[in-house]
C-alpha cells in the first residue's frame, strides 16, 4: 500500500493542500472496505476527494488510524450546505489557522472538532 504521493509535489497541489495522499484502492485497503463503498462513501460526503495528477485521492491524514475522522462527515456536509465543492472544501479544510492547532483538518483528529464544526455551520449564514 502506498501511504502517499511519492516525493515531488502534485501538479496541481497548493499551499493548503496536505502532505500525503492516498489513492481510493488504498483507501479501500485502509479502511478494509470495497472500492465501490469508498466510491459511495464520497458520494456520500463520508470523504472527500480531489484529483490530482489526474487520479483521484484522498488526504491520508483523513483516514487516520483505519477509520474516518469521527466528524469529518458532518463537516463535510456543512461545508456543502454552505456551497462549497470538493475542492473549496479541501482548501478550507486545510488553510492555516491560527487560531486552531494548524488547520481545521488537523483540528478534527483533534479535542477541537466541535469548533471546526462550529465554524463550518457559520459559514451558511
Do not use: C
Not at 31 to 36: A, F, G, K, N
Not at 92 to 113: F, I, R
Amino acid at each position: 500500500m502506498t501511504d502517499s504521493v511519492p516525493s515531488g509535489q502534485p501538479a496541481a497541489a497548493g499551499p493548503a493542500d496536505p502532505a500525503a495522499w492516498l489513492t481510493l484502492p488504498d483507501v479501500a485497503e485502509r479502511l478494509d472496505l470495497s472500492i465501490s463503498k469508498v466510491h459511495q462513501m464520497i458520494r456520500d460526503r463520508e470523504l472527500v476527494a480531489a484529483r490530482r495528477d489526474g487520479v483521484r485521492r484522498i488526504p491520508a491524514d483523513l483516514v487516520a488510524n483505519k477509520q474516518v475522522l469521527k466528524h469529518l462527515p458532518g463537516v463535510l456536509n456543512l461545508l456543502a450546505d454552505a456551497g462549497y465543492d470538493d475542492e473549496a472544501a479541501l482548501r478550507w479544510l486545510y488553510e492555516e489557522d491560527p487560531t486552531l492547532p494548524g488547520t481545521p483538518a488537523a483540528a478534527l483528529a483533534g479535542d477541537q472538532a466541535r469548533e471546526v464544526k462550529r465554524r463550518a455551520q457559520a459559514l451558511g449564514f
